[in-house]
């Protein structure tokens, strides 16, 4: 990072409260060990500085595709994995510094849905019994009262009550996301990490899934972490949106901003690559070239350059590493060909620059002609 | 429409004799492909759109059985009446399929090259170095940088949109009249998609090829398709030319499906839903499939399993609406409504 000024803090909506959640340089690197013997061989870098915060009742979504660190972030964020370097704060709380019973406290605040409904959910467990565990563990609920909460529980997320003594093998996908969202509610968390809930449902299941989320998000203020890949739902959940490209947040704002300017070539082409349900549609794309870079040997500078459409590129995206950094008001983006850049132009010179930053925004390609 | 359809679906019916009951899958099937279109066939899981592909190639296997009465006239035969060389001459020769997983479809223990060759060896009886050429050939039609390396390599040294050119490759060996892609992009990230309904686009302008382009995904269709088929319960519930289909969907489960998709660039506060879940194959309602989550349903849809009633030029519905459109207000207000508790129809799947 050259630039931590502008990297330190990416903004939020809400500038008054302190943030539920907030994440800082956090780094995830997996060892790669070759041979018998385990020799080092490098390590795969699947989260690689991230910094964010969340704002309570606020939902922010967290888009890339296979293989950028989102799913990783996620879990360290819960330390369901241990994270290498970097700050975690819930709440105030250090959630790095917690011992195991602390860690146990904590996650009753914060709790997580996972995206495979088929193999998230204990088939030995009757449905009641799996929503029933975090009230045991947690000693929030016992006997009837514990009963009682369940069919709560089950009600609330519109299931039977009755469905309590059956088995997750008797649920479509999309009613076993609901007992998964039962599970995690049941220890009345604060904040949810949604991994990619939606993805595994059909389109008319994952409406329901999401108007459900939304309506339990409004009734108890709940705080949302979304992780998807699929662009549109993130749209229509998210509040303020991270885009993440091999390890890093490559571009940050406010859900509308980022889906009317997209400001990072990558968000650019991302958007551009959604298919339009719309027959009449131009047909204008942007298709970017190749495949995601090896996260075990991202390229040097910006990760993105070997596949940026952006005509300014030139050889100092490839030596320098671009900040996030604040392009407009709350919205962060990396990329020094966008200006404005706290990149100095004689230290792109410097790295081999011959163009210098010029907006570039190709609205056709990104909106398909449906400008609003 | 004066030449004669490349393939003449009609009347399919696949059964499964399970344990649990007869589930019919695919129930009754009817449509036509023409030479050099690509027909887009949507629904969710369960509908019977791959079961319909599979049965296409006779794929099915027992417990499953095409039924008696079905018939699927491609380049002027029966399928259906082919002995098992006949219709191992038409499979991965005149009709191609690409399948949706492009691991698993591939086999992990031969090199790329050697399995694109084995399609030319098997039909055309190609030598190993003519196939071995064909082979190389292909993998520079799909657009793969450095074929020649490339087709030495085995597929877990490719990522998954390499995988999947590696597949269409193999598809276009033979040069088919029709290839069949069962969801060939659900596995695939956003950008490699947009690459691949690319190629797919492309490799049909220039060669002339069928394609019946299987998917769950509206966006898809709307993408590469120009002619629709709707399933559901595993019958077509309507079928459009696909600018007809987006702008004046009849059939009510379209239209649930068109508005309960989020749409970039187009943020609503609610999404809508078809409430409830996809019933299973062994039970499917009496009367119309989808009554039981239709905004629209009175006694007759109980009464009357709906025929596909004809709308406008090349457009039918299964839906009695058409016969009663005054039926069709109050606009789908119970769609729309906010109510969160949806699990009606009938418990657990």
């Not at chain 1, 888009?63 to 996620?74: A, D, F, M, R, W």
Request: hydrophobic share 40%.
């Amino acid at each position: 990072m050259t630039d931590v000024a502008a990297v330190r803090d990416p903004s939020r909506t809400s500038a008054s409260a302190p943030p539920l959640l907030s994440v800082s340089q956090l780094t995830k690197h997996f060892p790669i060990k070759r041979g018998l013997f385990g020799r080092d061989g490098g390590s795969v870098r699947a989260v690689d500085g991230v910094s964010l915060e969340v704002g309570r009742g606020e939902t922010l979504g967290i888009v890339g595709e296979s293989g950028c660190g989102k799913t990783t972030l996620g879990r360290c964020i819960l330390r369901l994995i241990e994270p290498t370097s970097g700050q975690i704060h819930f709440d105030g709380i250090d959630v790095r510094a917690l011992d195991a019973s602390s860690l146990r406290r904590l996650r009753r605040r914060v709790q997580i849905i996972f995206q495979d409904p088929f193999s998230s959910l204990n088939p030995r467990m009757t449905v009641g019994a799996i929503v029933r565990e975090g009230l045991t563990i947690h000693r929030l609920a016992a006997g009837a009262d514990a009963d009682r909460r369940v069919r709560q529980l089950l009600d609330e997320v519109g299931l039977r009550p009755e469905y309590a003594s059956r088995y997750p093998h008797e649920f479509s996908g999309g009613q076993r996301q609901r007992i998964g969202i039962a599970r995690a509610l049941a220890v009345e968390p604060e904040l949810i990490v949604c991994d990619e809930p939606v993805s595994a449902l059909d389109v008319s299941v994952q409406a329901q899934v999401i108007n459900l989320l939304q309506d339990l998000q409004r009734d108890r203020n709940l705080t949302y972490l979304f992780i998807a890949h699929d662009l549109s739902v993130v749209e229509h959940i998210a509040t303020r949106v991270a885009v993440m490209y091999l390890g890093k947040i490559v571009e940050l704002a406010s859900s509308a901003d980022l889906y009317r300017e997209p400001i990072m070539p990558y968000t650019q082409a991302l958007l551009s690559a959604v298919p339009v349900p719309d027959p009449t549609a131009s047909r204008e794309r942007i298709v970017l070239t190749g495949d995601v870079p090896s996260p075990a040997n991202p390229p040097s500078g910006c990760v993105f350059h070997p596949r940026c459409p952006h005509p300014g590129k030139d050889t100092a995206c490839t030596a320098i590493v671009p900040p996030l950094e604040e392009k407009a008001p709350a919205h962060w983006a990396a990329c020094i060909k966008q200006p404005p850049t706290t990149v100095p132009w004689h230290a792109q010179q410097q790295a081999g620059a011959t163009h210098a930053p010029e907006r570039h925004l190709p609205l056709a390609a990104i909106t398909h002609g449906l400008t609003s | 429409m004066t030449q004669l359809p490349l393939l003449t679906v009609s009347d399919l019916r696949t059964y499964f004799y399970t344990g649990a009951g007869v589930a019919r899958a695919v129930d009754g099937v009817s449509f036509d492909i023409a030479a050099g279109e690509t027909l887009g066939i949507v629904g969710e899981s369960g509908c019977g759109k791959s079961v319909t592909a599979l049965s296409i190639l006779r794929l099915i296997q027992r417990p499953g059985r095409i039924e008696p009465g079905s018939r699927i006239l491609f380049e002027g035969q029966d399928l259906l009446t082919l002995d098992d060389a006949g219709i191992r001459r038409v499979r991965g020769n005149r009709i191609a399929m690409i399948f949706q997983e492009p691991m698993t479809a591939l086999n992990p223990v031969f090199t790329v090259g050697d399995q694109i060759a084995e399609v030319a060896r098997v039909h055309a009886s190609a030598s190993r170095r003519d196939a071995w050429s064909r082979a190389v050939e292909m993998l520079t039609l799909v657009g793969i940088p450095a074929p020649a390396e490339r087709a030495s390599q085995y597929p877990h040294q490719l990522s998954g949109g390499m995988r999947q050119r590696v597949l269409i490759a193999m598809a276009l060996v033979m040069n088919p009249a029709l290839i069949i892609a069962d969801e060939p992009t659900t596995a695939l990230d956003v950008t490699i998609q947009a690459q691949i309904l690319e190629l797919l686009a492309d490799l049909q302008q220039r060669l002339g090829t069928s394609i019946a382009m299987i998917t769950h995904d509206l966006g898809v269709i709307a993408e590469v398709a120009s002619r629709v088929v709707v399933m559901y319960g595993g019958e077509v519930v309507e079928e459009a030319r696909v600018e007809t289909l987006f702008a004046e969907p009849h059939h009510p489960y379209t239209e649930g499906l068109l508005h309960a998709m989020p749409r970039v660039g187009r943020r609503q506060e609610r999404l809508a839903v078809i409430p409830g879940n996809v019933p299973p194959p062994t039970a499917w309602p009496t009367g119309c499939r989808f009554r039981d989550r239709c905004a629209y349903a009175w006694e007759r849809c109980e009464r009357e399993h709906p025929p596909l009633y004809h709308i406008g030029a090349g457009h039918v519905s299964r839906c009695h609406l058409a016969d009663e459109p005054e039926r069709r207000t109050p606009k789908r207000t119970a769609a729309t409504a906010t109510a969160t508790a949806v699990s009606v129809g009938g418990g657990p799947a």
